[in-house]
């Protein structure tokens, strides 16, 4: 076989066993998400992901009550498919306004897990503005139709 052949088989190799980990990863991630929305019933969750160039990537998840408490933070740290969702229980319990300031308290926390998890609470942000604007339209037609 040719120098050229066993380069491309090899390629083709590496290329299969990238695809194969990627969907591991994909379908860890969604029985997280899955076992997560079956735990909490109400409230919201926020996703939050730092891709790093030369760092390590982050993917964090965050669960919060309608009442603005923190039920969990999850996040996955790592530059493989072998990264796997590790909580934090320290965070659990806190006010969602104090979460930005206690992570600064972690000590295991770098600055790409920090990102994630404070792009996760400005998704949740974004969702409950949302929401607030469509209970507000909702009532108003109420009103419209009374």
Known sequence: MATWQ???LLLVGAWALQSVGVWLQMRHYARTV???GSEF????LGTGF?????QKGTIAL?????DLVVRRVSTMTGRSVFAKFHSHPALAGLRLDR??????????FDAGRT?????AV???ETRRQKRRQEDTGSHLLRLENA
Do not use: T, Y
């Not at 979460?99 to 295991?108: F, T, Y």
């Not at 990102?115 to 792009?119: E, F, Q, S, T």
């Open 122 to 124: 400005a998704q949740i």
């Open 34 to 36: 899955k076992s997560i």
């Open 50 to 54: 730092v891709r790093g160039r030369f």
């Open 6 to 8: 066993l380069g491309l």
């Open 41 to 44: 019933d109400e409230g919201f």
């Open 115 to 119: 990102a994630a998890i404070l792009a």
């Open 99 to 108: 979460l930005e300031a206690a992570l600064s308290d972690v000590e295991h």
């Open 62 to 66: 965050v669960v919060v009550s309608d």
